[in-house]
């Protein structure tokens, strides 16, 4: 047990509320009754600890340095999604005199959580901004417990009373979805990541909304995951399977990322079909790749440098005391009509 889960429980003991409890009144979270909170900061004084909430902003000694905290399964600076967040996050810190400083999560969870403790109780960062989904969401609340400022990215626990900028995922795949119900799809195959993605998850949410609001039947046949990556090649294995397996293919495929629509174009083309002729294909994401791909992506387009701007921003207002509760900032998505999509086939031919 981490020193200051021993302070909590023992200041829980002393107060006689729970150890939950004592952590709500640190982090400023829940509805606790006044006596509560007194009697629980009075405590906690005279044991000689003071959370950061209660602490007064002249008394604060700022580092200027903020930390971007990401999984070791995204490579932040290669992967043109995660980059583009990153430089946002950049260029608004360095408007305010806020240097970034990186740190990996391994996916090892007592690697993991020896990361979090240093960084909560580093006095040389003054916050954190995480990025991605790959996370133990109980790392995330000790981080929160331990009141260094937090602003996740991608990523939603704004139910556990976190701070978070996140996309419109379900609308903008409903969206696309419909795009393709306009132009006279019905079988149309979905090929997605793991749903622990909290954003894919999303994305299949909106594909199934879409197809239950035009009554268009789901086929699970034309459904798949691909786990634990989804990248470009795991999007062409996923395809090439569906198309060898089943006995009327798809005439539309939604691919949860740009990454997956770039491997299924590939797999349908080395199939002997065509886009959009045969089979029309979607993405979301809109990476620069999807403009200038033999097949121009039509896709949904995610604000990206504005993800990261609006989480610098929030994690200053944090730092600076300008905020009394957490929020969760939705950013709109936007459809992008490229030349990957057509009308079905009025005939299907053998390809």
């Not at 405590?43 to 200027?64: F, H, L, W």
């Amino acid at each position: 047990m981490s020193k200051l889960r021993k302070t909590i429980q023992s200041i829980a003991e002393k107060a006689g509320v729970s150890a939950s409890t004592v952590s709500r009144v640190f982090s400023g979270t829940g509805k606790i009754s006044p006596e509560t909170v007194q009697r629980v900061l009075q405590i906690s004084a005279e044991m000689g600890y003071r959370p950061r909430k209660y602490v007064k902003k002249d008394e604060v000694q700022e580092t200027g340095n903020i930390c971007l905290l990401s999984s070791r399964f995204h490579n932040i600076i290669n992967n043109t999604f995660y980059s583009q967040i990153v430089a946002g996050v950049e260029a608004i810190l360095r408007a305010h005199n806020y240097q970034l400083i990186f740190k990996m999560l391994t996916g090892n969870a007592q690697d993991d959580l020896t990361t979090i403790e240093s960084l909560v109780a580093n006095k040389e960062v003054d916050g954190i901004i995480l990025v991605g989904y790959e996370v133990d969401l109980s790392l995330i609340v000790r981080a929160k417990e331990r009141g260094k400022p937090l602003v996740l990215v991608d990523h939603d626990a704004w139910e556990m009373d976190i701070d978070c900028v996140v996309n419109d995922n379900v609308v903008g795949a409903r969206r696309i979805v419909n795009h393709l119900i306009e132009l006279g799809h019905e079988r149309i195959a979905f090929i997605g990541g793991p749903l622990s993605h909290v954003s894919l998850d999303e994305r299949y949410i909106g594909y199934k909304q879409a197809l239950k609001q035009a009554g268009i039947p789901k086929i699970q046949k034309l459904i798949t995951f691909c786990t634990p990556f989804f990248g470009v090649d795991d999007g062409h294995r996923a395809t090439t399977e569906m198309l060898r397996t089943v006995k009327e293919p798809p005439t539309a495929i939604f691919a949860a990322s740009d990454a997956l629509a770039f491997g299924v174009i590939k797999a349908i083309q080395d199939h002997g079909c065509c886009v959009p002729e045969d089979i029309s294909v979607v993405g979301f994401d809109d990476e620069e790749m999807s403009r200038h791909f033999t097949v121009p992506l039509t896709t949904v387009r995610v604000h990206k440098q504005e993800m990261g701007i609006e989480a610098g921003k929030r994690l200053i207002e944090i730092i600076k005391g300008e905020v009394t509760k957490p929020v969760k900032i939705v950013l709109s998505t936007e459809v992008v009509v490229r030349k990957s999509t057509a009308e079905p086939p009025k005939a299907r031919r053998v390809c």
